[in-house]
C-alpha cells in the first residue's frame, strides 16, 4: 500500500465535539500533545492556539487541536472534564492507527482550559469513564497561564459549576487540580510539568502558577515554571511567545530557528529536561 498517511484530520471525537490532528513528516511513532483551548468555560474556541499547534507539529510532534462543552452549549461540570479526557484517548487511538504512535501524551492547556488539562491530568481515570477509547497515561502538562486554583475563581466559576460551593464543597473539591494532588496522584514515571505566566496578566493572576508549582513540589513531581516578562493572558499562548520557550522552534520568515534563553531542542527535551540554554 502505497497510500501516503495524512498530514492532517479533522473529525468529531465526540458527537457534535471536534479535533483536528496534525502529524508530524515522518511516519513514525512521536510525541502527541493535546492543546485545550481557555473560553472562561463558556466558550471553547481553539483558533488561537492553531499557529503554536502548527509550530509544535514542525518541531516532530502529533498534535490535537480540541474543542469542548461549555456553558454556552448549556452543559456544567463535569461535562467539559468528561470531554477533555475523552478527546485525550481518541487522539491518542486515532494518531497510533495512522503510524505515529504516542511515545508521550503530554496535555497543553490556556487559562480555563489549563484548568481542564490539570483535572485531567491528576485525576487519573476518574473523568470520561463513558469515553469509547481507552485511557492512556497521561506523562506531561504544559500550563499556559492556568487557573489551577478553584478558590479565587468562584463567583467566575458557578455558573459551569452549576452548584453552590457551600451546599456541595465536595463536588467543587472534584473540580480542583490542587484538591488532586493533595489527595495523592499517581503520575506515570517522567512525568513532567512545565507552566508559563506572563507577567503582564491582568486576567489570571501569577499566584496561580506559583500555587501549582508549590503543590507540585509538596508533591514530589518535577516541574518548572517560568514567568515571561511583558506577556498579557492573551501573548502566552501565541506561537512566537510560548512556541520559542518550548522549543528551537523554526522561524517560518528566516528559515533559521529561533532560540530563546531557555530554549531546549524541542518541547519533549523541555519537559524531559526541563533544560535551560543561554544564547
Known amino acids: 500500500d502505497n497510500t501516503a498517511a495524512p498530514s492532517q484530520i479533522a473529525a468529531e471525537y465526540l458527537p457534535g465535539l471536534s479535533a483536528q490532528l496534525r502529524f508530524p513528516v515522518a511516519d513514525k511513532p512521536a510525541p502527541l500533545i493535546v492543546l485545550v483551548p481557555g473560553g472562561g468555560w463558556s466558550s471553547a ?3 488561537g492556539l492553531i499557529p503554536l499547534a502548527r509550530l509544535l507539529t514542525d518541531a516532530g510532534s502529533t498534535t490535537a487541536l480540541i474543542t469542548y462543552s461549555t456553558t454556552g452549549d ?6 467539559g472534564v468528561d470531554d477533555v479526557a475523552c478527546a485525550v484517548r481518541w487522539s491518542a487511538s486515532q494518531a497510533s492507527s495512522l503510524g505515529h504512535t504516542p511515545t508521550r501524551v503530554i496535555v497543553l492547556g490556556h487559562s480555563a482550559g489549563g484548568h481542564l ?7 487519573g481515570e476518574e473523568f470520561g469513564r463513558e469515553c469509547p477509547d481507552p485511557p492512556v497515561d497521561i506523562d506531561g502538562l504544559i500550563g499556559l ?7 479565587p475563581f468562584r463567583a467566575f466559576m458557578s455558573p459551569w459549576m452549576g452548584i453552590s460551593p457551600t451546599e456541595h464543597p465536595e463536588t467543587w473539591h472534584r473540580a480542583d487540580p490542587l484538591e488532586w494532588l493533595r489527595r ?10 512545565l507552566l508559563l505566566h506572563g507577567d503582564e496578566d491582568q486576567s489570571v493572576p501569577l499566584a496561580q502558577t506559583t500555587a501549582l508549582q508549590q503543590a507540585l513540589n509538596d508533591a514530589g513531581i518535577e516541574a518548572q515554571s517560568t514567568v515571561l516578562p511583558g506577556l498579557d493572558h492573551l501573548e502566552i499562548f501565541q506561537a512566537q511567545n510560548a512556541g520559542l520557550f518550548l522549543g528551537q522552534i523554526p522561524n517560518p520568515h528566516s528559515g533559521e530557528k529561533s532560540v530563546n534563553l531557555r530554549a531546549a531542542k524541542s518541547v519533549i527535551d523541555a519537559l524531559e529536561m526541563l533544560a535551560s540554554k543561554t544564547r
Open 45 to 47: 474556541d481553539p483558533t
Open 74 to 79: 448549556g452543559t456544567t461540570f463535569p461535562e
Open 117 to 123: 488539562a490539570a483535572l485531567v491530568t491528576f485525576s
Open 145 to 151: 497561564a492556568g487557573i489551577y486554583d478553584t478558590g
Open 184 to 193: 495523592g496522584v499517581d503520575t506515570p514515571k517522567g512525568f513532567r510539568a
